[in-house]
């Protein structure tokens, strides 16, 4: 069902334009801006981009949400929940599935040697840097369907709809499928994004690393179809400033925004995870022979640990500051035996990196904030602005380009769990809003404002 909402094709606009008036900030031509906004030279009587103002855009949002429906049959536990475990079966195919969408598009496809998917549209000056958007697929062990999964089939329909109305970009946009954002596999999260923004650390660990079955993270490559003749992965990095703008457009994963009834959460850092394991031994017994004052409880070592991180969190005075233990094991796992082992893994997560270690922060570009708080006010959209104290791709694509996110909410804040939701609305009020990067946003206020009354009128008929 084609519907007369141009909200994601506007998602596209802001993206193409922001970069484009970046690049040109110091000239003070708004003729000038108005040609980096449109993608078109607006001074010639019946061009393209003044056409493309008075035409109808139209995305298929059935079959968006079809789409969403079709990928998460990829999954290897039943509906309503998703599983897609890097380098699976099910996640090849969702791979494949993907790619299959972006050949129809018309988009030019590549895969760099761990998987990460390019799927770029040309602009007609392509030699300038291209925007970037995108997400990831992959989940966790019966999650939903909806985390990272719109920012990447969104976008795609996105540029759909753009070239049924005939509209052609300035420079390129490229759509990034991000490999294994999840650590579920390996332990490493954002592995794709972190390669991209050049880790020599991560090339050296992955050709040791191994997932729980032993199988290293090179053999699963090349059994998936990638890293086939190669050892060293360095020839995924980019370099600085290969994309002028990348943004990311995201589930809250958390109840904020709904419980207040916000639509649009900008958000202006990441926190990143710091992650530890920690292994106790005691000596074990039968639960009925040992006496409670003779007894060496690897169990109970492992749970006093537990409500330490939670206490630790609780008494540092920062709301940002949050800690998880998300992996709990006791072996031999009877009920009439005392544990004598435990394992347990910590994940505790901040934007002040002198309150917690491994990965710094991000902080979302300034220009990309300042502008989304305009287009929220110009869209009369409730925003607010907010920490993410979930990590995303776009922590690590901060190091590679300009960076900003924006958040949707979801149903109850839940995530990583079968009931994960996200209405159509507020998908579409966060396409509004996405990739407004635009530093001399005053320049093209009036454009902006031909755009936004485009957007509230077709919205009023769905």
């Keep these: ?5 141009p909200l994601l094709p506007f998602l596209l606009l802001c993206l193409f334009s922001s970069a484009s008036i970046i690049a040109h900030q110091h000239e003070d031509s708004t003729t000038q801006t108005m040609e980096d906004f449109s993608g078109y030279p607006i001074h010639e009587p019946h061009s ?35 599983t897609r475990i890097l380098y699976t079966d099910k996640d090849v195919l969702a791979r494949r599935y993907i790619k299959n ?8 496809v590549r895969e760099d040697a761990v998987g990460n998917i390019f799927g770029r549209w040309d602009g007609y000056e392509p030699n300038l840097p291209a ?30 709809s753009l070239k049924r109305s005939g509209f052609k970009p300035r420079r390129s946009l490229e759509i990034i499928l991000f490999t294994s954002e999840e650590p579920t596999r390996f332990g490493i999260g954002c592995l794709g994004s972190r390669l991209l923004a050049g880790s020599e650390v991560l090339v050296k660990a992955l050709q040791i690393t191994v997932d729980g079955q032993n199988k290293s993270f090179l053999d699963a490559a090349r059994a998936a179809g990638y890293a086939k003749d190669q050892d060293d992965l360095s020839s995924v990095f980019l370099r600085k400033g290969s994309y002028s703008a990348f943004v990311e457009l995201h589930i809250e994963q958390g109840p904020i925004l709904e419980e207040e009834g916000i639509s649009i959460g900008i958000v202006t850092a990441i926190a990143a995870p710091a992650s530890i394991k920690v292994e106790f031994e005691g000596n074990g017994g039968h639960a009925g022979a040992v006496l409670m004052p003779n007894r060496n409880d690897a169990g109970l070592a492992a749970a006093e640990l537990a409500l330490a991180v939670e ?15 998300g992996i709990l094991e006791l072996h031999p796992g009877a009920i009439n035996s005392i544990p004598s082992k435990s394992h347990l893994e910590i994940d505790t997560r901040d934007i002040d990196e002198q309150r917690r270690n491994n990965d710094p922060p991000a ?4 220009s990309i904030t300042e502008a989304m708080e305009a287009a929220s006010k110009e869209l009369n959209l409730p925003h607010k602005l907010m920490i993410s104290r979930a990590y995303h791709d776009s922590l690590f694509m901060a190091r590679v380009s300009p960076m900003g996110m924006i958040f949707i909410p979801c149903y109850k804040g839940y995530s990583h769990k079968p009931e994960e939701y996200a209405s159509h609305q507020d998908i579409a009020n966060g396409v509004k809003l996405k990739d407004s990067r635009i530093r001399s946003f005053e320049d093209c206020r009036s454009w902006v404002r031909v755009m936004c009354w485009r957007v509230e009128v077709a919205s009023c008929g769905t």
């Design 1 to 5: 069902m084609a519907q007369r909402f």
């Design 48 to 82: 393209s981009i003044q056409n493309f103002a008075s035409s109808s855009l139209s995305v298929d949002t059935e079959s968006l949400q079809n789409q969403i429906d079709e990928l998460a049959t990829f999954s290897d536990t039943p509906a309503p929940s998703v």
């Design 101 to 108: 969408l972006m050949g129809i598009s018309g988009l030019s």
């Design 131 to 160: 925007v970037a958007t995108g997400s990831h697929i992959d989940a966790i062990p019966y999650s939903g369907k909806y985390d990272g999964v719109v920012g990447v089939l969104g976008a795609i329909e996105a540029i759909n």
């Design 311 to 325: 206490k630790h969190v609780l008494e540092s005075g920062s709301i940002d500051t949050v800690g998880t233990v």
């Design 363 to 366: 902080l979302s570009d300034k």
